[in-house]
Structure formats: structure tokens, C-alpha cells
């Protein structure tokens, strides 16, 4: 049997338009386990993501597209020292993060987690951030296809952290 080469991802800023694309992914049963827990109205996606996307607040937020260009994924990264209680709460005084989900249920499970991730943070988090050196991503513990694709990019276990009542995995790459 022959292995798959692995997707060839892109990725495009998002836009106040992909608000209802985002509102739908984040109703599918696959995203909702353990990235948006709580149903979400397309107005209360706008108020959320509408000031990142703005550029009113310090995150960065892309769609990851297929190789046909089709919007499958959600990413966003910011530097952790922007948002100090975050910075607090995993215990870090530098580098970024990076926070993100497959929206499109038929893109889960085909190597297209991997693809987006190790892209996104080579080609996009680390240049818009050069002067931080380290990436952080964090999944709860339960979430195992999640911590399994960050290892496969390269990402190295931390330690634990409560967020919000849920036992999480702090992850760690270091550019270079």
C-alpha cells in the first residue's frame, strides 16, 4: 500500500463575510466536543471575531483552504504577553500561541490537521511574529486525534493547567 502524500493546505485572512461559514463549523458536533462548547448565534460569532478580524484587538485569524481553495479550517494566533491572563494562566512570559479547528467534518481524520498546523506555523505565525522564538498550542487532555496531530508537527508536551474547569496539555515547538 502506498502512503498518501500529506494535503497542501493555503491560508487567507478571514473576513466579516466567512462570519456564517465560521457560525456553521462552529455548530458541528466534531467542533463543539471541545472548541465552542456552548451553541453560538451568527451575531454573537460576529461580536466575537469581528473585533480580531478588524484589527481592534492583537489576533491574527485565517481560514486554512484545500487544494481545490476551499475553506476547511479555522486558526488564529496572537503573542501570549497581548493577553496577559492567558500568559498567566499557562505560566509563560513570551512566545504565541495558537488556537484552531477543523470546521468541515469531511476534511477530519484525512492528514489535513498536520498539514494546516505545521503550515500555519511556518508560514504564518512565526513570520508575523519574529521576534518570538517559542509556539504554544494547548488541547484538553481528552482531546487525543488534537494532541496526537500537534506531536506529529513537532510540538513537545509542557505540562497540565486547568482551563475553565478542563484539564488541558500545554504543548511547546520552538522555531527552528
Known amino acids: ?76 494566533g496572537y503573542r501570549n504577553l497581548d493577553w496577559p491572563d492567558w500568559a498567566a494562566e499557562i505560566d509563560v512570559d513570551g512566545g504565541l500561541s495558537i488556537d484552531l479547528y477543523i470546521g468541515e467534518p469531511d476534511h477530519v481524520g484525512g492528514g489535513y490537521g498536520r498539514a494546516m498546523l505545521g503550515a500555519y506555523v511556518r508560514d504564518i505565525a512565526f513570520p508575523l511574529y ?8 494547548a488541547h ?14 513537532g510540538f513537545r508536551d509542557l505540562g497540565d493547567f486547568v482551563e475553565d474547569g478542563v484539564d488541558m496539555r500545554l504543548l511547546l515547538l520552538e522555531r527552528g
Open 1 to 76: 500500500m502506498t502512503e498518501r502524500a500529506p494535503p497542501t493546505v493555503g491560508f487567507r485572512p478571514v473576513v466579516e463575510t466567512d462570519f456564517p461559514l465560521m457560525n456553521a463549523w462552529l455548530a458541528q458536533a466534531h467542533v463543539r466536543t471541545f472548541f465552542q462548547k456552548e451553541p453560538i448565534t451568527l451575531a454573537e460569532v460576529a461580536a466575537k471575531y469581528g473585533p480580531r478580524v478588524r484589527g481592534e484587538v492583537p489576533t491574527h485569524c485565517h481560514l486554512a483552504l484545500d487544494e481545490a481553495g476551499r475553506p476547511f479550517g479555522y486558526l488564529q
Open 130 to 137: 519574529p521576534d518570538e522564538a517559542r509556539c504554544y498550542i
Open 140 to 153: 484538553a487532555h481528552e482531546n487525543i486525534a488534537a494532541l496526537a496531530c500537534s506531536r506529529a508537527v
